[in-house]
């Protein structure tokens, strides 16, 4: 049977700058592991730390343009566009651009600050 989702349940994000996520579908709003959908609305300057994720990332971007670096290449995604990244890939998202982004973020398997593996910064 279907189920309407009437609201997104706000999530604390990683990185130098607040970042607003809101977790329609996961671990979090629904106690789902099967995957995650959330809506994120970064500032301008903000970036996170690298991280090696157990899931795979289906990104796209609404407004703005999103900075996804990799070890070997790094792609700027802008409004309109989608990205993939695997299970198992170093990656570092950022928004740079003065208008910052929007986006949406579908993990497969869901979301966990367990499965992340951000890399740790040096304090």
Same mark, same amino acid.
């Given at each position: 049977?279907?189920?309407?989702? %009437? %609201?997104?349940?706000?999530?604390? /994000?990683?990185?130098?700058?607040?970042?607003?996520?809101? $977790?329609?579908?996961?671990?979090?709003?629904?106690?789902?592991?099967?995957? %995650?959908?959330? +809506?994120?609305?970064?500032?301008?300057?903000?970036? $996170?730390?690298?991280?090696?994720?157990?899931?795979?990332?289906?990104?796209?971007?609404?407004?703005?343009?999103?900075?996804?670096?990799?070890?070997?290449?790094?792609?700027?995604?802008?409004?309109?566009?989608?990205?993939?990244?695997? /299970?198992?890939?170093?990656? +570092?998202?950022?928004?740079?651009?003065?208008?910052?982004?929007?986006?949406? /973020?579908?993990?497969?398997?869901?979301? %966990?600050?367990?499965?992340?593996?951000?890399?740790?910064?040096? +304090?």
């Amino acid at each position: 049977m279907p189920k309407i989702i %009437s %609201s997104p349940t706000k999530i604390e /994000a990683a990185g130098n700058k607040p970042k607003i996520i809101e $977790e329609f579908v996961g671990r979090v709003n629904l106690k789902t592991d099967k995957l %995650s959908i959330a +809506k994120m609305s970064s500032p301008s300057g903000w970036e $996170e730390p690298g991280q090696t994720p157990e899931f795979d990332e289906y990104t796209l971007v609404l407004k703005g343009m999103l900075r996804v670096e990799t070890k070997e290449e790094l792609f700027e995604v802008y409004a309109g566009q989608a990205i993939i990244t695997y /299970a198992g890939e170093w990656i +570092k998202y950022s928004t740079p651009n003065p208008e910052g982004a929007e986006y949406i /973020a579908v993990c497969l398997p869901a979301f %966990s600050p367990d499965t992340v593996h951000r890399d740790q910064l040096n +304090k």
